[in-house]
């Protein structure tokens, strides 16, 4: 199996603007060639919706999920959260809204802390790596290997506190990220997650 690196799997993503898992497979699908690895994806419909990603999706619903684990006693956990699209069509079907609960619900219960990689303070990522690099060098490991592990971590990191790079509570082989590009592909619009709000009551909040 070819060694897909980090690299490769960016220079697709920039190239296509689909997921990364997305191109991570396509790539070992196509045995590390890029050309191939496109070509995968358009014929999987991924690569096409990555493309409306620049069009105006300023149609949507607003959603709102709570959390009733007993029906005997009210909610104590909610989620509001603003799905949009590229028209008024789309933001009126059924599939839109199952869209918009999913994630709500994923929000829910895996409680990301951003919406994108980007969104995270570049403090945050420092101290995150310079714990984890502390760490390897306090077990002995050589420098080499250390930016690995960090790497590594850091992937991890953004897996779990990334609404994009989660694991989608109901799917673990698919990210938020992927989920949102399928329905590109079935929906035919740009589909993007606005604004979020969880409240949990007791839960002190920044607001």
Request: negative net charge; charged residues 30%; contains cysteine.
């Amino acid at each position: 199996m070819a060694d897909i690196s980090a690299r490769d799997v960016k220079a697709l993503r920039d190239a296509t603007g689909a997921g990364m898992m997305d191109c991570k497979k396509a790539l070992a699908e196509a045995g590390g060639d890029l050309e191939a690895a496109k070509r995968i994806l358009r014929e999987k419909g991924l690569a096409d919706a990555a493309k409306r990603t620049g069009r105006a999706a300023s149609e949507g619903i607003v959603y709102s999920y709570m959390h009733r684990p007993d029906p005997n006693y009210p909610p104590k956990l909610a989620v509001l959260i603003e799905l949009n699209c590229e028209t008024d069509f789309v933001a009126k079907t059924e599939a839109f809204e199952r869209l918009a609960k999913d994630i709500a619900m994923h929000i829910s219960f895996a409680d990301p802390s951003w919406k994108t990689r980007e969104e995270v303070p570049q403090s945050v990522i420092q101290e995150e790596s310079d714990i984890y690099a502390k760490q390897a060098r306090d077990s002995g490991k050589p420098q080499q290997v250390i930016d690995k592990i960090v790497g590594g971590r850091i992937e991890s990191f953004y897996k779990e506190n990334v609404l994009m790079d989660q694991e989608w509570i109901q799917d673990k082989a698919k990210s938020i990220a992927a989920l949102i590009d399928q329905a590109k592909a079935s929906m035919g619009e740009n589909i993007s997650v606005g604004r979020y709000c969880r409240v949990r009551v007791g839960e002190v909040g920044e607001g």
